[in-house]
């Protein structure tokens, strides 16, 4: 009997569980582009156009290795338009009557295909370090899930930067000495750049004439579309931009789109790079004497570390986590994110290079676009779905950890241990925004102070019952105590004003 062999857009691995149980004599490869998955969200039209091309080459590679693809082009006339109904209609073609999928990155998927009237089993997605269980297991009976405790079992799993049973260079963090502001130069000039090839000239066609209306600029696409592209970029990377990694990790530049990040999250979440082939590049690099250990540690420690812990949060939370807002935020998220004129110099560079790469780094994700929604109190549902939306690495597994619990707070701890909020002073000190600023980070009150000062303390003082007995924020309450009343009424009055002129749709 023909079984069918569902890949996910996301899936892009001879690897992949469910292809490594197939048998290419007899079983069917179903891949799918469809508007059920390119449409729930709008994302940006980069991030379709690389799941697209780099399907369409992963379609044509699987087929050079003998296995039959029944592929759906997004304009095929007999589509479904969604993964479950073109399951259905291949099916029916193929005289199958059971199928393989490997387990999707995000509930609904999960709950589409447990809907599907076929015999199908989603097996599970072993293209992590730990395994859903195994996260369970750590997690159970934990007070407090710290990614750091999880972090060093996963270092003794992977034997990555261990000398016996210590960590390398006496230390398992080096986290200390990758604070660094921004350098005066940047000597890396960024990720390699692809020039399209005809499959991808086509879909950016195709992308362009469907997607013209969504945030976000198709043009200049130098995304890497296969593996082989990818492991140049990042064998480029390991060498150029991995010594200094560590170094300016938390710095943000003006113009300076990636600086020394890696740019790999966005190969890594479709199967074009794998985490521990990522790891063992940059461990033989430390290993070489080519990198210090604060970079190899620092980057070591996000995809052991951070990038495993959140895919254990997401699936252990369970599909309603996406729908959590502990601190009762309300306010639709401002035009701003969408391009909408803004005066504030960090939030238009953060904006403007995420319309135009689908790509912003960490700190700018949670230090300024998450900070500034987490301050105006927006509503963390649509924060989620802002960044579910423009970032070309975002699929819900790990976005939602990070947008919901990390960034926005609306989990209620599980992920951090207080909100991550600062005052203009964090982004001055990190970044070189505020001196071109039409706002001034030294003024704390008046027409001209940063936003981000005065939403500061609107937010500790309007979220003071739940954050003032956390021992971890009763400084920010001491010196908002400490602070003359009068000026605690003018900021606050300020902030008001601030949050109504966001309201009322002003270029803030
Ligand atoms: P680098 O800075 O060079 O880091 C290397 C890799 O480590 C990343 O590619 C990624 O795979 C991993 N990593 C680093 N930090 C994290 C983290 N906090 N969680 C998970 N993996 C991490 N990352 C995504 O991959 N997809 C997302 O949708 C996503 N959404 C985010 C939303 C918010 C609000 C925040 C604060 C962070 C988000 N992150 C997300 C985490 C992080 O910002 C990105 O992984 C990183 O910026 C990607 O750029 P890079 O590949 O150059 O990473
Ligand atoms: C993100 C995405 C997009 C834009 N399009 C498709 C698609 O057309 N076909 C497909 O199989 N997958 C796509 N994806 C990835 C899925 O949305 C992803 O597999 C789920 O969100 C689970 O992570
Ligand atoms: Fe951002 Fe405030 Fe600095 Fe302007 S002054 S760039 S708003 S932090």
Known sequence: ?????????????????????????????????????????????????????????????????????????????????????????????????????TQPGEWRVIAELDAVPLTLRQLPDDRFVATQAEFAAWAKGRKQLRMEWFYRDMRRKTGLLMEGDQPAGGQWNFDQENRKPPPQGIDYKGPMRFTPDETVTGVLALVGARFADNFGSLDDFWFATDQGQARQHLAHWVRHGLPRFGDYQDAMMSGERFLYHAIVGLYLNIGLLEPMEVCQAVEDAWKSGDVPINAAEGFIRQIIGWREYVRGIYFLEGPEYTSRNLLKHKRDLPGLYWGGATRMRCMAQAVGQTREEAYAHHIQRLMVTGNFALLAGVDPAQVHGWYLAVYADAFEWVEAPNTIGMSQYADGGVVASKPYISSGNYINKMSDYCKDCAYQVKDKTGPDACPFNLLYWHFLDRHRGRFANNPRMANMYRTWDRMAEDKRETVLADAGAFLARLDAGEAV
């Open 1 to 101: 009997m023909v079984r069918l062999v569902l890949v996910l857009g996301d899936q892009l691995s001879e690897a992949i569980a469910a292809l490594r149980q197939a048998d290419p004599a007899r079983d069917i490869v179903v891949m799918a582009e469809v508007m059920g998955e390119a449409g729930y969200i709008p994302h940006h039209p980069k991030k379709i156009a690389l799941i697209f091309a780099a399907m369409r080459k992963f379609a044509a590679r699987l087929e050079g290795q003998g296995w039959t693809v029944a592929y759906t082009r997004l304009d095929d006339a007999q589509s479904s338009g969604t993964i479950a109904g073109e399951l259905l209609r291949r099916a029916e073609e193929f005289g199958a009557d059971e199928a393989i999928a």
